[in-house]
């Protein structure tokens, strides 16, 4: 994931949107965003790794440094990065962050998961 370099790819519709933001999401992404005290960009990076309970694993950090074939997305001022491989897997999907008596986090709805774990971060 370190592999600096300052070029994106560009969108096609094939792979316009491999994750939305909610507003609830933007809003706490940036309030993380400003509590990280950095002085560099951050963006949001969102991938899929193997492992879990169901073959997949979703994976959420800032990261300062994209790859050349990198999805880069903009909601809101925040930037959101995906590599090619996770976006095959999280096509259409959106990322909210909910909070309430149940407790506070972020939930991925991915339309591609055919099975999910009662942990909510494995899918396949």
Do not use: W
């Amino acid at each position: 994931m370190s592999n600096a370099s300052s070029t994106t790819v560009t969108l096609t519709k094939k792979n316009a949107d491999p994750i939305t933001l909610t507003d609830a999401a933007i809003a706490k992404v940036t309030e993380l965003i400003a509590a990280e005290g950095v002085d560099e960009v951050l963006a949001l990076r969102v991938a899929v790794k193997p492992g879990g309970c169901s073959g997949f694993n979703y994976d959420m950090f800032f990261d300062s440094e994209f790859a050349s074939d990198d999805i880069v997305k903009d909601f809101a001022g925040i930037k959101v990065v995906v590599d090619p491989s996770s976006a095959e897997l999280l096509m259409g999907a959106s990322l909210d962050f909910t909070d309430g008596l149940q407790g506070a986090g972020f939930h991925i709805t991915n339309p591609n998961a055919t099975r999910t774990c009662g942990c909510g971060n494995s899918f396949s």
